[in-house]
């Protein structure tokens, strides 16, 4: 299984980064795909969580900045992130839930949002 997350780096305050995630070995289609973060000398973090069907769910301190995606047909999730405060600085991680307890992460990409 793999989970290639690509597209942090450096932004000013005020930018927008999408995020891209590829996934490979698992059926995308009926996984929950989320986005998690995790700052410098904090835990990792919940940002948005897409499921295989139903509606996208986000953490308070991103709804109305960021919106999370999916394109099955390609075997990707997406987070588009507009209004980037340096708040958001973080290694942001993919993950996929197959819903019975099977849980994979990929490798972060950083993002950081210099003021």
């Known amino acids: 299984v793999q989970l290639q997350a690509s597209g942090g780096g450096l932004v000013q305050a005020g930018g927008s980064l999408r995020l891209s995630c590829a996934a490979s070995?698992?059926?995308?289609?009926?996984?929950?795909m989320g986005w998690y973060r995790q700052a410098p000398g904090k835990e990792r973090e919940l940002v948005a969580v897409i499921p295989a069907r139903g509606n996208p769910d986000y953490a308070a301190s991103v709804k109305g900045r960021f919106s999370i995606s999916r394109d099955n047909a390609k075997n990707t999730v997406y987070l588009q992130m507009n209004s980037l405060e340096p708040e958001d600085t973080a290694v942001y991680y993919c993950n996929s839930d197959n819903y019975r307890g099977i849980i994979h992460w990929g490798k972060g990409t950083l993002v950081t949002v210099s003021s």
């Open positions: 070995g698992i059926i995308f289609s009926t996984n929950l």
